[in-house]
């Protein structure tokens, strides 16, 4: 390699970690957090808020939606709060396939971004679950679940809207391959449904990105930022 050609690959992977969109993820005393769905555990007020949500392919921002995440020695959390005022929930079987015709909020996680493999953990207003192993592209493994016992989901209804609360043991991400060192790969993203009849049309788009697709995916390489989990 030149010094010319040395110089370029520097400053292109300059380029590339300073355009990846990073969420630091700040740790609290502890081994695990007391979670109700209400989001009013008194931790909760040393995280950062993201709030700068948009429609990616609406090119508006979305002022519904907050998105926090805290860590113990353990335990990762992250707690969503929804303000919508019409809520819509599919609700037949109870099958967790009727999450992805519902309000929603979602978690992509990812091993690396070729997305050889990768994990979605799609959360309704019910604390319904729909989670999945996925590989590029788009080829789905619905019959997976989480490892048991390293997931938990509560919820709350509230006047305006809905919070999701999420605990995720660390050694479950560890083991999937989803946390390596102080980083987790990640999409944040919530699906706002207009129409429970089940098709696309129906829903809304909502990220903390924008993904590089002309048409709404979330399943592509660009829809991820990283989680940074401090010390």
Excluded at 119 to 138: F, Q, T
Excluded at 212 to 224: L, Q
Aim: charged share 30%; net charge negative.
């Amino acid at each position: 390699m030149t010094y010319l050609s040395y110089i370029i690959f520097i400053m292109a992977t300059v380029t590339l970690v300073e355009s990846t969109q990073t969420y630091r993820v700040r740790k609290v005393q502890g081994t695990a957090l007391d979670i109700t769905g209400k989001g009013d555990n008194p931790e909760w007020k040393k995280a950062i808020e993201l709030s700068d949500f948009i429609y990616p392919w609406e090119n508006k921002k979305s002022t519904a939606m907050t998105f926090k995440a805290l860590h113990t020695r353990d335990w990762f959390y992250c707690l969503y709060e929804v303000k919508d005022d019409d809520i819509k929930v599919y609700v037949k079987t109870n099958d967790k396939s009727e999450v992805a015709r519902s309000e929603r909020v979602e978690i992509f996680f990812r091993k690396d971004e070729r997305l050889l493999t990768y994990y979605g953990l799609v959360l309704d207003p019910l604390a319904r679950i729909l989670d999945y192993e996925a590989e590029y592209h788009r080829k789905f493994n619905s019959n997976w679940t989480w490892p048991k016992g390293k997931l938990i989901v509560k919820t709350d209804r509230t006047n305006h809207g809905y919070t999701v609360e999420v605990a995720i043991d660390k050694e479950s991400l560890k083991s999937l391959g989803l946390l390596s060192g102080q980083k987790i790969e990640a999409g944040i993203f919530r699906a706002e449904c207009d129409d429970i009849n089940g098709s696309e049309e129906g829903m809304k788009w909502i990220s903390w990105l924008k993904p590089n697709s002309e048409t709404p995916d979330f399943h592509i390489p660009s829809a991820f930022g990283v989680l940074l989990l401090e010390d």
